[in-house]
Every structure is written in C-alpha cells, then in structure tokens.
C-alpha cells in the first residue's frame, strides 16, 4: 500500500543517515560519502527534506575527504541547490563562502550574480533578507575591484589612467556603493560593509 510503502522509505533513509553519522563521528570519510550518494539519490524523492541539514553533512564529507575536489563539491552544491527551493538562497551564500575561502572571487562573483537573479514564487521576509546578503557580498566584491584598480592607479599616478579604465572603475564603485548602501539599512552588525561604503563615498567626494 501506499503508507506501507512511505513507512518502509522513511525507515530505509532514516537508517542511511544513521550510517553516515556514524561514519562522521568515526571519521570515515570515503564510507560516509558512499552513504551520502544513496542517501541525496533518496532525497529527490522526498519533499519533506531538509535540504540545509543535508547540504552541510555533505559539506562536511568533502572538506575532509582525501579525494574531494572544488568541482566535485560545486557539484555538489548545486545538486543542493536544486532539492530545496525554499533554501536556494541560504546554500547559495554557504557556497559563495566556500568559494571566497578558496580564493575563487570570480566564481564567487558569479553565483552571487545568479543568485540575485533568482526568482520563485513571492518572496518571504527570510528570502528578502537572504537575497540583501547576497546583494552585499556581490557589492563587496564589486568594492574589492574598485579597490584594487584604485591601488594600481595610485601606484602608476593619473596618466596610467584612460577612458575605459575610468568607465570600469566607476561601474565598480557605483554598483559596489548601492549594494552596500542598501545592506547597512538593516539593523545589525556590518562593520565590514560600512568600512568599505565609508571609503567608496569618502573617495568620490574627494
């Protein structure tokens, strides 16, 4: 029967996750990855997952596995992605992270464009929070390019300056200060975003 059929699911994915934290806590990473692909396989099944859950157990697994790789976990992540469209967002800021801390600023760059890009149904107040994070992080990014063509200019003086130059750096700035602008309306702690807006409004008032 049906429900008989539901049960035996739940009871065979609960048994998989048992296994793979059981591999965690033992730090068996290649047993617990093998658990975690039948186990995600599983998922596409199931709409009453926990993507989030799921993606940092996954997250976990590739960080320690002796064999992982940036492409196998931006697989991964997008394979995330795809499972939990409520959480879409909130997986897109972890993997921007995991990208900035692996020095990718350009891949980062572009799943944050994509990300603001993204539309499902109405927003609700968390995805209009998720979606001014992720509208702040792309404006850092933007305040670091500005920044370090500000750095070069200053190091070669204004005649290493030209036209398309100028254009660049200011299509830099202005999209780096409303991002940032917008992100320091909100109550909270962002000293980073503030320092950089500071500066960005500080330097095209000089």
Request: hydrophobic content about 35%; proline content about 0%; some cysteine.
């Amino acid at each position: 029967s049906s429900n008989e059929h539901k049960l035996n699911f739940k009871k065979s994915k609960e048994a998989c996750l048992s296994y793979i934290q059981d591999a965690l806590l033992q730090k068996q990473w290649k047993r617990a990855a093998e658990f975690l692909t039948c186990y995600v396989e599983s998922l596409e099944k199931d709409y009453s997952r926990n993507t989030l859950v799921h993606q940092r157990i996954g997250t976990e697994i590739l960080r320690h596995h002796s064999q992982s790789s940036m492409k196998e976990f931006n697989c991964f992540m997008e394979q995330m992605k795809s499972l939990g469209v409520k959480k879409y967002l909130k997986v897109c800021l972890e993997h921007v992270f995991h990208l900035l801390c692996n020095g990718q600023i350009d891949e980062a760059y572009q799943n944050l464009s994509l990300a603001e890009s993204w539309r499902f149904g109405e927003q609700t107040a968390i995805q209009d929070k998720e979606m001014k994070l992720i509208q702040a992080y792309r404006g850092l990014l933007d305040y670091y390019s500005w920044s370090k063509q500000k750095n070069i200019l200053l190091e070669h003086g204004k005649c290493f300056l030209d036209l398309a130059v100028e254009q660049e750096m200011h299509g830099y700035f202005r999209k780096a200060a409303v991002n940032l602008k917008e992100i320091i309306k909100i109550p909270g702690v962002w000293d980073i975003f503030v320092k950089c807006y500071v500066d960005v409004r500080a330097c095209f008032t000089d």
